[in-house]
């Protein structure tokens, strides 16, 4: 199956190299007209002195302070100038041959005034630094316990700061947790969860943990971050744990959501009110993701339904394979899901305003897959389930 998304690259044009002792920030961008400057025989970076252009612009050059003159893009192919698309249009670019960085000693404002008076110069700019659009967020334990999303070395965990770059989520998505319960009213409600929870409401520490992967308040100066900042979560507790109550939890989680996580598994094997229950969801255009077995329990289902579900293993914190996994042929993803015991499990939320990093497992690795569902949601509006497989 193949997604229809398509990755949209950043691609960041790097306009010179930096040489020794030169700072960006002292630095223009300057587009000079056809044939102005003439730069040494196979140099594409020079002194003032070294270049040969009309005396004007010698003396501006000198008159801002310019030390060196460098080629911004010594392999523009001139015929991009002007390109014909199949279809007929127009692609126009300036003639970047005669672009140049000029590196200067003066301020840099007053020096595009004295250039830009010449009729050589088409224009003049300051060379600047771009940076990541991502903001780091200051959750308490974000940078020292949450290796599950953010790791220093950038080599374990979600490396949830490059999806950031792209999307942080959004209040319109709903990310419903069926679980054994999230505390959603009173004064109960866990500090990372407030006016983010709605639907059931009882307390259970799994259901909490769950739901402050996926989505806890993010960038509030407090607790975790979740991996949707926006999302809200809409709590379907299934109760006694039968199958008419699962069920029905799903059903109404298809009603009120767009993604559905299911981290527990049942122990009667295959159920066709069940199964018909995450058909019925994922017909809707609901996203369906399910923990897969582990050892410390075996049962298949809902993880083995197939098509309907985004089944979901666990990997530890050296981003191989947990110790509890189960091999099965139907995984579709791995995500983090830690081992137990701090600082090897994943940091969430437990009661009111306390937080674990004790445990782990393919539950707490799920919440990571629907919460990054969410990210999706957010880049793309409405797109349907099958996108989101890929």
Same mark, same amino acid.
């Given at each position: 199956m193949k997604s229809k998304f398509k990755n949209k690259i950043l691609q960041i044009i790097i306009l010179c190299p930096i040489f020794l002792f030169a700072s960006i920030d002292q630095e223009l961008i300057v587009l000079f007209k056809f044939d102005t400057i003439q730069m040494p025989n196979g140099q594409d970076t020079a002194s003032i002195s070294e270049i040969d252009a009309p005396q004007n612009v010698i003396s501006c050059l000198q008159a801002i302070e310019a030390k060196t003159i460098i080629k911004a893009m010594p392999n523009f192919d001139r015929a991009d100038t002007l390109r014909i698309t199949e279809e007929g249009w127009e692609a126009r670019l300036p003639d970047w041959s005669n672009l140049y960085v000029v590196d200067i000693r003066s301020d840099r404002d007053s020096a595009i005034v004295k250039l830009e008076t010449l009729n050589a110069v088409i224009y003049a700019e300051k060379n600047e630094k771009g940076e990541p659009l991502y903001v780091t967020p200051n959750d308490t334990w974000f940078q020292d316990a949450q290796w599950n999303l953010n790791d220093h070395t950038g080599n374990i965990g979600i490396d949830i700061m490059r999806a950031w770059d792209l999307s942080k989520g959004n209040h319109s998505t709903v990310i419903a947790i069926v679980d054994l319960?999230?505390?959603?009213?009173?004064?109960?409600?866990?500090?990372?969860?407030?006016?983010?929870?709605?639907?059931?409401?009882?307390?259970?520490?799994?259901?909490?943990?769950?739901?402050?992967?996926? *989505?806890?308040?993010?960038?509030? /100066?407090?607790?975790? $971050?979740?991996?949707? &900042?926006?999302?809200?979560?809409?709590?379907? !507790?299934?109760?006694?744990?039968?199958?008419?109550?699962?069920?029905?939890?799903?059903?109404?989680?298809a009603e009120a959501a767009n993604i559905i996580n299911c981290s527990w598994a049942n122990s009667w094997g295959f159920s066709h009110t069940l199964y018909y229950a995450f058909k019925y969801a994922f017909q809707l255009n609901r996203l369906p993701v399910a923990a897969m077995p *582990?050892?410390?329990?075996?049962? /298949?289902?809902?993880? $083995?339904?197939?098509? &309907?579900?985004?089944?979901?293993?666990?990997? !530890?914190?050296?981003?191989?394979?947990?110790?509890?996994?189960?091999?099965?042929?139907?995984?579709d993803v791995a995500a983090s899901g830690g081992e137990d015991g701090s600082p090897n499990g994943i940091m969430s939320p437990t009661s009111y305003q306390s937080y674990t990093a004790n445990w782990g497992g393919t539950s707490l690795a799920a919440p990571h897959v629907s919460g990054l569902a969410g990210l999706l949601l957010n880049i793309r509006g409405q797109v349907w389930t099958l996108d989101i497989f890929t």
């Open positions: 319960g999230v505390r959603t009213s009173g004064t109960r409600v866990h500090e990372d969860l407030i006016g983010k929870v709605f639907g059931d409401d009882r307390y259970s520490e799994h259901g909490t943990q769950v739901a402050g992967i996926a *989505a806890a308040l993010t960038n509030n /100066n407090i607790g975790i $971050a979740g991996v949707d &900042w926006y999302a809200l979560l809409n709590i379907q !507790d299934y109760g006694g744990g039968s199958i008419p109550e699962f069920a029905q939890a799903v059903y109404e989680a *582990a050892t410390y329990n075996s049962r /298949n289902f809902p993880s $083995a339904y197939g098509p &309907w579900m985004v089944t979901v293993a666990g990997t !530890d914190r050296n981003n191989q394979p947990a110790s509890y996994l189960l091999e099965r042929k139907w995984v």
